[in-house]
């Protein structure tokens, strides 16, 4: 079984576009993360979530916006995409809001904008 | 603030040579200190962590890393590598306090394994 997994695994799609990255644990976690990986595979965090509460809202463009229906799924909304929202993003969970838990992350999310 | 430094951004070794992976933090609280490894077209998995007691740490795959706190460095090792171990490792940390769960990650260390 998929601990965390992410859809679509590929994302291809034109400037100014609107386009939604959605993310799902069944490891029973209260906290989730988003992680951009730019293409020199610097990773950074953008958002968190525990028990659908936003707790980490880093300098990310508005245009960027979490949302957490439940505590098992946060989807990631990007409005007006620039060449620069080009990455991997990756979810990520784990078992609460403590930095000493591991961190389990999905399979990633490749976005392409042209 | 938390930032985390990987000294070398590609090592290559060959197959059953031991080999290093460099890291050195800096944070003005207590740290919880982690490696992860991503294999290609793959997310993150942990390889080991640090958050108290004793200064060597083991991890899967054979690999261990030491907490050095006047050093603040956290290198990670291992004895004999497989070509299954060619990754790239990340070394990343976390820190206590209102930091939740926020970790910094390094550049990561591209670890080829050559025959």
């Known amino acids: 079984d998929t601990a965390v997994s992410q859809t679509p695994k590929y994302l291809v799609t034109q400037m100014g576009n609107d386009k939604s990255i959605k993310c799902e644990q069944n490891l029973g976690h209260d906290t989730m993360y988003w992680y951009k990986q730019d293409s020199k595979k610097f990773l950074k965090i953008m958002f968190s979530?525990?028990?659908?509460?936003?707790?980490i809202n880093e300098t990310v463009p508005n245009r960027f916006s979490p949302k957490s229906p439940d505590k098992a799924h946060l989807n990631l909304h990007i409005n007006s995409l620039e060449l620069g929202d080009s990455a991997v993003y990756f979810c990520?969970?784990?078992?609460?809001?403590?930095?000493?838990?591991?961190?389990?992350f999905g399979p990633g999310t490749r976005l392409t904008v042209l | 603030a938390q930032s985390v430094t990987q000294l070398d951004s590609q090592v290559p070794v060959f197959e059953e040579a031991p080999v290093e992976l460099r890291c050195n933090y800096s944070?003005?609280?207590?740290?919880?200190l982690f490696w992860y490894v991503q294999y290609p077209n793959q997310g993150l998995q942990l390889l080991l962590k640090y958050l108290s007691g004793s200064t060597l740490v083991k991890g899967i795959n054979g690999f261990e890393a030491e907490f050095n706190k006047s050093q603040t460095s956290f290198h990670l090792r291992k004895p004999s590598v497989h070509i299954s171990d060619t990754a790239e490792y990340f070394c990343a940390v976390g820190a206590g306090g209102a930091s939740y769960g926020k970790l910094t990650f390094g550049q990561g260390t591209i670890l080829t394994v050559h025959p």
């Open positions: 990520a969970s784990s078992q609460d809001r403590g930095s000493y838990n591991e961190q389990f």
């Open positions: 979530y525990n028990n659908k509460e936003l707790i």
């Open positions: 944070s003005s609280v207590s740290v919880y």
